[in-house]
């Protein structure tokens, strides 16, 4: 079956030690991406990926990194989490080709609190 | 910056009416208009819209572009107690060397009481 996996879907941690929190997609796509949603704020993008070794800023990247080693995973790190990165976050796929008009498939997201 | 705006934010609706969502954007180098489903999870397809005035349609949920006024609608028909959720527009624009940004507005939430 085609999709996103997130992993976890809730993390509870304290301020300042490092997480990861995994994305891997199964459809060959180059584009990945990962957003953050808020209330009020809707969804954000972080950071996304066009294709292996190539990542850019999305709108709000301070505070995260990302990594693109492999096609399928786009893994983002917490360095040092913070209580103002508690969101539900969700990483995306899709075709980058400009020939392709193909919408991003989300994962489930991960519902991080940070303490 | 690139900018999309929904309304209303939140909408409250019986069983069984029409309902419109408005989507206007303020984008640079303007790729497509995407409308999402929002429930407890994550996002789900609905449409994309690259043309204007082409009408897309998939059972009681319909959707059209304006390029030239900058804005999108989406109308749901004989609403159900199933699209209640938070409906989400995102623009597309080309950001240069083969790349490109999505760009998502608020999110409109309804709720459809039976």
């Known amino acids: 079956e085609a999709q996103v996996t997130q992993n976890p879907r809730y993390l509870i941690t304290v301020t300042g030690k490092k997480l990861t929190v995994t994305c891997s997609q199964n459809?060959?796509?180059?584009?990945m991406s990962w957003y953050r949603q808020d209330p009020g704020l809707g969804l954000r993008q972080i950071y996304y990926?066009?294709?292996?070794?190539?990542?850019d800023k999305g709108d709000v990247p301070e505070g995260y990194k990302v990594s693109r080693k492999e096609k399928r995973n786009f893994p983002l790190i917490l360095e040092s989490p913070s209580p103002n990165q508690t969101s539900l976050y969700f990483c995306?796929?899709?075709?980058?080709?400009?020939?392709?008009?193909?919408?991003?498939?989300f994962g489930n997201g991960t519902r991080l609190t940070v303490t | 910056e690139d900018k999309v705006v929904q309304s209303p934010l939140s909408l409250v609706v019986h069983e069984g009416d029409t309902v419109t969502l408005n989507c206007s954007y303020e984008?640079?180098?303007?790729?497509?208009l995407l409308w999402y489903k929002q429930e407890k999870k994550a996002p789900t397809f609905l449409f994309m819209l690259?043309?204007?005035?082409i009408e897309k349609k998939s059972g009681r949920l319909s959707s059209i572009l304006d390029k030239k006024e900058l804005f999108s609608i989406l109308n749901i028909t004989a609403t159900q107690t199933g699209d209640s959720a938070v409906y989400l527009c995102?623009?597309?624009?080309?950001?240069?060397?083969?790349?490109?940004?999505?760009?998502f507005g608020k999110g409109t939430k309804l709720s459809v009481i039976p």
């Open positions: 459809m060959n796509h180059e584009y």
């Open positions: 995306a796929s899709s075709w980058s080709e400009r020939r392709f008009l193909e919408p991003l498939h």
């Open positions: 984008v640079t180098n303007f790729r497509s």
């Open positions: 995102a623009v597309e624009a080309n950001s240069g060397a083969g790349s490109y940004q999505l760009t």
């Open positions: 690259t043309s204007s005035g």
């Open positions: 990926s066009m294709n292996v070794e190539v990542t």
